[in-house]
């Protein structure tokens, strides 16, 4: 499955959550409880989604199965080392064709994060 992670396209096909016996801590988690880890990893590295796309793509394949009808998740910390409450969370449910849309003009090199910021997370609602 295709994820928009702030301003990349990732997948979450090769994620296995019951690797290592993880599996009961996931499916005890709530989706709070996976909003808050996500707060703190961003907290921590404002940039996650590019500089750690493995730990990136856990987190988006845990809201996607905390939240189904989740395809795309934004944090945003104002600096690196701020508080997770510091940290601005959107979520939204993007339409097949629209990350399609999304993940071709990632390949192609098309896709930056001004074009995201404009077609995405400004019509999506704080």
Same mark, same amino acid.
Request: hydrophobic fraction near 50%.
């Given at each position: 499955?295709? %994820?928009?992670?702030?301003?990349?396209?990732?997948?979450?096909? +090769?994620?296995?959550?019951? !690797?290592?016996? *993880? =599996?009961?801590?996931? /499916? =005890?988690?709530? @989706?709070?409880?996976?909003?808050?880890? =996500?707060?703190? *990893? %961003?907290?921590?590295?404002? +940039?996650?989604?590019?500089?750690?796309?493995? !730990?990136?793509?856990?987190?988006?394949?845990? @809201?996607?199965?905390?939240?189904?009808?989740?395809? /795309?998740? #934004? %944090?945003?910390?104002?600096?690196?080392?701020?508080?997770?409450?510091?940290?601005? +969370? !959107? %979520?939204?449910? &993007?339409?097949?064709?629209?990350? $399609?849309? &999304?993940?071709?003009?990632?390949?192609?090199?098309?896709?930056?994060?001004?074009?995201?910021?404009? $077609? @995405? #997370?400004?019509?999506?609602?704080?």
């Amino acid at each position: 499955m295709l %994820f928009l992670l702030n301003d990349a396209v990732i997948s979450t096909a +090769t994620v296995n959550l019951a !690797k290592d016996g *993880m =599996g009961a801590q996931v /499916a =005890g988690l709530s @989706i709070d409880a996976v909003v808050r880890l =996500g707060r703190e *990893m %961003f907290a921590a590295n404002p +940039t996650l989604h590019r500089v750690r796309p493995d !730990k990136a793509q856990r987190l988006a394949a845990l @809201i996607h199965l905390k939240a189904p009808d989740v395809n /795309a998740a #934004w %944090f945003s910390a104002p600096r690196p080392g701020c508080a997770p409450a510091e940290v601005k +969370t !959107k %979520f939204a449910s &993007l339409a097949v064709d629209v990350m $399609a849309d &999304l993940y071709r003009r990632q390949r192609d090199g098309e896709l930056d994060a001004d074009a995201v910021e404009r $077609a @995405i #997370w400004r019509r999506v609602a704080a």
